[in-house]
């Protein structure tokens, strides 16, 4: 089992910026996916990007710009750093590893961007 766990949510005013980081713990393999998804309040959860082992990144079309996505092998991290933030940005913030069908979900973690 992998767990996964996220730090560096909080509240930020439009206009600022966050860093989330994920430590993933236990068996990791090699050929994994980890990223980044939020769900909003009232809305369903959706992916913001994921990156593999070798540097492959995917993105919702929308963020790219505003957000960066990095992932450090050796120590099993994951962050991800959002300038640039504006209200609609204000979701749970949750780390995921995937390889093949199997998925880890972290708990969470709580973006609020507000002024």
């Known amino acids: 089992q992998v767990r996964l766990v996220e730090s560096g949510g909080g509240l930020v005013q439009p206009g600022g910026s966050l860093r989330l980081s994920c430590v993933a713990s236990?068996?990791?393999?090699?050929?994994?996916?980890m990223g980044w998804y939020r769900q909003p309040p009232g809305k369903q959860r959706e992916l913001v990007a994921t990156?593999?082992?070798?540097?492959?990144?995917s993105w919702t079309d929308s963020l790219k710009g505003r957000f960066t996505i990095s992932r450090d092998n050796a120590k099993n991290t994951v962050d991800l750093q959002m300038n640039s933030l504006k209200p609609e940005d204000t979701a749970v913030y949750y780390c995921n590893y995937r390889l093949g069908s199997y998925n880890s979900w972290g708990q969470g973690t709580q973006v609020t961007v507000s002024s």
């Open positions: 990156i593999t082992a070798a540097g492959i990144t």
């Open positions: 236990g068996v990791i393999n090699a050929i994994s996916v």
